[in-house]
């Protein structure tokens, strides 16, 4: 059984910076991918970064436009781990974050039906 474990949720004010991570324990993933998700409150879960690899091989990483240049999602091979560096925050950007994960290389990351793994969530604030 995988699990994802999400921390470094917080309070911040426009324009702080943030650290996510993600680890997962129960499996290796030697090809998958894993993203990060949000979901504030009233709308739907959208998507904001993914990495995907395959063969040894970690291609460029995914994200929603509305995070380019601001948000950096990076995996720790030796740890299993995805985290996600938030810089810029913006009051827009509030919402709760969730870790995903795949088994398999995925070729529309940022769809959430192709993802067979969820973490619980972390709450991120910002406040104008």
């Known amino acids: 059984q995988v699990q994802l474990d999400e921390s470094g949720g917080g309070w911040v004010q426009a324009g702080a910076s943030l650290f996510l991570s993600c680890a997962a324990s129960?499996?290796?993933?030697?090809?998958?991918?894993m993203g990060w998700f949000r979901q504030a409150p009233g709308k739907e879960r959208e998507f904001v970064a993914a990495?995907?690899?395959?063969?040894?091989?970690?291609?460029?990483?995914d994200y929603a436009d509305s995070v380019k240049g601001r948000f950096t999602i990076s995996r720790v091979v030796d740890k299993n781990t995805v985290t996600l560096q938030m810089n810029g925050l913006k009051y827009e950007d509030t919402a709760v974050y969730y870790c995903?994960?795949?088994?398999?290389?995925?070729?529309?990351?940022?769809?959430?039906?192709?993802?067979?793994?969820w973490g619980q969530g972390t709450q991120v604030t910002v406040s104008s």
């Open positions: 990495v995907r690899w395959s063969a040894g091989h970690e291609y460029l990483p």
């Open positions: 129960g499996r290796t993933f030697n090809s998958g991918t």
């Open positions: 995903a994960a795949a088994d398999w290389y995925l070729t529309m990351p940022s769809n959430t039906v192709y993802y067979d793994y």
